[in-house]
T-cell receptor, first 113, second 114 residues
Framework: SAVISQKPSRDICQRGTSLTIQCQVDSQVTMMFWYRQQPGQSLTLIATANQGSEATYESGFVIDKFPISRPNLTFSTLTVSNMSPEDSSIYLCSVGGARNEQFFGPGTRLTVL | AQKVTQAQTEISVVEKEDVTLDCVYETRDTTYYLFWYKQPPSGELVFLIRRNSFDEQNEISGRYSWNFQKSTSSFNFTITASQVVDSAVYFC???????????FGQGTRLTINP
């Protein structure tokens, strides 16, 4: 299975600021995924990040709010821009496994005041 | 439309009881994958099982078992002789077509009381 790390593990931020979340995988993967889990809710896909191309965003998510970088096959960042309290969530990155599994990082717990 | 429904929002049982978590899915694709994840209070998502649409064999792993029935579009999860450590939110998820992204159900919060 892939080993995925995320930084930071948690943060408390002021509204109007931005936070960049890092995701590191211990093996090269083609696609990385960013999910959001709002308090008490299920997971929702924000975007799919392919190395060397623009991220593909799901309905309801836009690049200006959630810019994503994918500089190489083991790393990606998600920025939550101009934050509001509604952005308080757990943000998780995910990668596919060799046997069609799907593995998740430990998540970044964000609180916006 | 691709959809996963976990009708049980919360389940509470006493330790050592058996408990079944229901999952019903919708997809028009003939090739798809179904997953179960466990999310303990710490927040990480723990992968439990992946099942593809062509394999309807039930699976058992220790106290965990899964029943996949295409006829009813269900992929139910049973914990036998539950333990307090099984307390968590459990998510069922669907991956369809050639995409690797997952569609999640709303989750079932399972509480095992001592």
């Amino acid at each position: 299975s892939a080993v995925i790390s995320q930084k930071p593990s948690r943060d408390i931020c002021q509204r109007g600021t931005s936070l960049t979340i890092q995701c590191q995988v211990d093996s090269q993967v083609t696609m990385m995924f960013w999910y959001r889990q709002q308090p008490g809710q299920s997971l929702t896909l924000i975007a799919t990040a392919n190395q060397g191309s623009e991220a593909t965003y799901e309905s309801g998510f836009v690049i200006d709010k959630f810019p994503i970088s994918r500089p190489n096959l083991t790393f990606s960042t998600l920025t939550v821009s101009n934050m509001s309290p509604e952005d308080s969530s757990i943000y998780l990155c995910s990668v596919g496994g060799a046997r069609n599994e799907q593995f998740f990082g430990p998540g970044t717990r964000l609180t916006v005041l | 439309a691709q959809k996963v429904t976990q009708a049980q929002t919360e389940i509470s049982v006493v330790e050592k009881e058996d408990v079944t978590l229901d999952c019903v899915y919708e997809t028009r694709d003939t090739t798809y994958y179904l997953f179960w994840y466990k999310q303990p209070p710490s927040g990480e998502l723990v992968f439990l099982i992946r099942r593809n649409s062509f394999d309807e064999q039930n699976e058992i792993s220790g106290r965990y078992s899964w029943n996949f029935q295409k006829s009813t579009s269900s992929f139910n999860f049973t914990i036998t002789a539950s333990q307090v450590v099984d307390s968590a939110v459990y998510f069922c998820a669907l991956r369809f077509g050639g995409a690797q992204k997952l569609v999640f159900g709303q989750g079932t919060r399972l509480t095992i009381n001592p």
